[in-house]
């Protein structure tokens, strides 16, 4: 009987948070499936409520709520679980609750992979248990994710088991998993290294090396680390799923930082505003010869006047 283990989405708009505050999210607590009608959001939403309070805790992602949503219905689970919860922070820095489930069904062992497709081929006997470099290579499109870690084997088995779970943190590689329906997906060692330290700078490299092969790559920034000075040294900034390679330009492209391109900006719309106004006339100022004229011949005019012409 398949055992899958799935990671719940939604936890901080839930109970999950006073639950665990009471103990109730221990390990081998038990936990209803329920196929959500009327859901705005997901046709094929899939809820998860705690069986002893019948509280909301979540729902199974979207990318794989269709496939339990039929086992709901054909009444297939058998038994579901939690395997772990935790409080941890999101990528936005909020506090949520972590909380990873194991659902048992009827169906072949071949359907055990934890989102009913088929398992990823992880090549395990030539993933060491030692620090090094990998890559997760999708044999579809030809894209690879390059990353590294000192227990090589056990991260490519976290990475497919996210993948799996929909939870995976790379949006572009959690689409293109899901839709492949995790066909295609191998996993190899691209370099085996002698300390932990050395990780970073041999990731670095290596991505930097698929780079200039014009490999398309699902990493987002050039060092893996995720600094804003690699994201956006050689790149451009565009919308977090597209992948580093995508977005490459040529240094040509950058002559103009960003202070020159506002300055010249700033200085056409200057010269614009000046040519574009009207021009002002100004107020001519009084001329005091003048003036005495008139005084002097309005003396005259009244002197001949009083005389009578």
């Known amino acids: ?16 948070s006073s639950a665990s505050r009471r103990g109730d999210l221990r390990a081998g607590a038990r936990l209803v499936l329920i196929a959500e009608i009327g859901n705005p959001y997901d046709a094929n939403a899939v809820e998860v409520r705690l069986a002893l309070t019948d509280e909301k805790l979540g729902y199974l992602s979207r990318q794989i709520a269709p496939r339990y949503r039929q086992r709901v219905q054909a009444g297939s689970i058998t038994d579901t679980k939690i395997v772990s919860a935790e409080m941890i922070r999101d990528r936005d820095g909020q506090q949520q609750m972590r909380i990873e489930i ?32 990998y890559a997760l290579i999708n044999d579809v499109v030809q894209r690879s994710y390059i990353g590294s870690s000192k227990n090589v084997k056990a991260r490519v088995a976290q990475h497919f088991r996210d993948l799996a779970s929909g939870s995976h943190a790379n949006a572009l590689l959690q689409k293109d998993y899901t839709m492949q329906l995790g066909e295609g997906f ?41 600094s804003a000075r690699a994201r956006f040294g050689t790149t451009i900034e565009v919308d977090a799923s597209e992948a580093i390679s995508d977005r490459t330009i040529r240094p040509s492209q950058q002559i103009k ?11 056409s719309r200057g010269s614009s505003m000046i040519s574009s ?33």
């Not at 283990?5 to 839930?14: A, M, N, P, S």
């Not at 930082?257 to 200085?267: I, K, L, M, R, S």
């Open 1 to 16: 009987m398949p055992i899958a283990r799935v990671v719940l989405k939604g936890t901080r708009h839930y109970c999950a």
């Open 102 to 133: 194991s659902v048992a069904y009827q169906g072949s062992e071949t359907d055990a992979h934890a989102s009913g497709y088929p398992a990823p081929r992880l090549n395990a006997d030539q993933l060491p248990n030692g620090p090094g470099v």
């Open 186 to 226: 191998t996993a190899t060692v691209i370099q085996r290294l002698q300390r932990p330290e050395q990780c970073e700078i041999a990731e670095s490299r290596a991505i930097a090396a698929s780079l200039r092969q014009k490999q398309k790559l699902y990493n987002m920034t050039e060092d893996g680390q995720g």
């Open 257 to 267: 930082t960003g202070h020159d391109a506002a300055a010249t900006a700033g200085a």
């Open 277 to 309: 106004k009207p021009p002002v006339a100004l107020n001519p100022q009084p001329n005091p010869n003048i003036r005495w004229w008139w005084i002097v011949g309005g003396i005259a005019l009244l002197i001949f006047l009083l005389r009578g012409g």
